[in-house]
């Protein structure tokens, strides 16, 4: 964690802080299924190349509810030769309204994934966001989580 190998006892601590969001379907935790994110049935071809190909879709963020994912629109990159989604890239179209008395006028969320031997994971999440609270309050949030010096392990299971 934050440069440094975590101790067995927060190794233990994280994995049961997950399980138990997972079983309990925590409405609090910020876990994003791209499944939920992605509206597959809207996807439409923007770009192709040998290699990569980009493609749209309309974004529905159960957090956000109905009337605020209308105003919200994504794309993604998709790795061919890898099969794997590289980028998926989340941007408004309008003003809305997450909660009561917040406006954002502005939202830009960006998930850069890596592919390791068979596994995706995350590299960088960056999140860009202006707009106002309580008609007084000025939001200007800009963040960047990476992701780096993935360790396995465990053994591998092949399901066999």
Do not use: C
């Not at 290699?51 to 009337?67: D, I, K, M, T």
């Not at 309008?94 to 830009?108: H, K, Q």
Request: hydrophobic share 35%.
């Amino acid at each position: 964690m934050n440069g440094q190998t975590p101790t067995s006892k927060q190794v233990r601590k994280f994995v049961r802080s997950k399980q138990k969001h997972a079983e309990n379907g925590n409405p609090q935790s910020s876990s994003l299924k791209l499944r939920d994110i992605i509206q597959i049935e809207t996807l439409q071809l923007l770009s192709e190349d040998p290699h990569r190909f980009q493609a749209s879709f309309a974004v529905y963020l159960n957090q956000l509810g109905e009337e605020a994912s209308q105003k919200l629109k994504g794309s993604l990159i998709f790795d061919k030769g890898q099969q794997y989604i590289e980028t998926i890239e989340i941007i408004n179209t309008g003003t809305f309204s997450p909660v009561f008395s917040a406006d954002i006028s502005e939202f830009r969320l960006t998930l850069r994934f890596i592919k390791i031997d068979t596994v995706v994971l995350p590299e960088r999440q960056e999140l860009a966001m202006k707009g106002t609270f309580a008609f007084f309050t000025e939001i200007d949030e800009v963040s960047t989580d990476r992701f780096s010096d993935y360790r396995y392990t465990g053994s591998w299971h092949t399901g066999k």
